[in-house]
């Protein structure tokens, strides 16, 4: 079947720390891999995306890279800012539309 | 662009209720929306998915007459809960997919609707 696993939060850093969001997945078949963020009081908006292997999506500073190899797709942030205290999800997309999504996890970024 | 609503944001109501809860796409035109449920601490669990003018699909384990899903137009899907008990009480999330943009089918997603059935 499919599911996405990803690390549980929450996440406290201090502003300019390194950020690292495990998420690793299980398929049938070649999904494309998507990180979204949730910003509070917001809907899920799409933060960036892989559809094969090897591909990196990156976006405002975040990157992930599609490891068929081991089944992961970490999100990393070089930099975090308090602007990026959200919560993030993990997901993944087979076929025309079906979407699994991870738990969540929950990132505060303190001054 | 690709902005979604969902109205209310939060409900409460009496068990054995029905809940209606709105979900449209403001600046386009929504070929599926999608319902997902999510609980405290766990995944987004899609619902159903439907299309416009046709009658929804419900994932397995859904019952569909509890969930009534109306999709009238390309803009404008409705959840209603019937009957609602406590165990229904969760947070419910719609998604649309913009049908000018075929990429990859992308998903926009609305705030949300917190469902409390006391």
């Known amino acids: 079947g499919n599911s996405v696993t990803q690390m549980e939060g929450p996440v406290t850093l201090s502003e300019e720390a390194f950020l690292t969001i495990n998420c690793t997945y299980t398929a049938t078949g070649y999904p494309s891999l998507f990180w979204y963020v949730q910003y509070p009081g917001e809907g899920l908006q799409l933060l960036l995306k892989a559809t094969k292997a090897d591909d990196k999506g990156s976006n405002k500073g975040f990157e992930a890279t599609y490891r068929k190899e081991t089944t992961s797709f970490h999100l990393e942030k070089g930099s975090v800012q308090v602007s990026d205290s959200a919560v993030y999800f993990c997901a993944l997309q087979t076929g025309a539309n079906n979407l699994f999504f991870g738990t969540g996890t929950r990132l505060t970024v303190i001054p | ?118």
Request: with cysteine; hydrophobic share 35%.
């Open chain 2, 1 to 118: 662009g690709a902005v979604v609503s969902q109205h209310p944001s939060w409900v409460i109501c009496k068990s054995g209720t029905s809940v209606k809860i709105e979900c449209r796409s403001l600046d386009f035109q929504a070929t599926t929306m999608f319902w997902y449920r999510q609980f405290p601490k766990q995944s987004l669990m899609l619902m159903a998915t439907s299309n416009e003018g046709s009658k929804a699909t419900y994932e397995q384990g859904v019952e569909k007459d509890k969930f009534l899903i109306n999709h009238a137009s390309l803009t404008l899907s409705t959840l209603t809960v019937t009957s609602a008990h406590p165990e229904d009480s969760s947070f419910y999330i719609c998604s649309a997919n913009d049908r000018d943009r075929h990429s990859y089918n992308e998903q926009f997603f609305g705030p949300g609707t917190r469902l409390t059935v006391l």
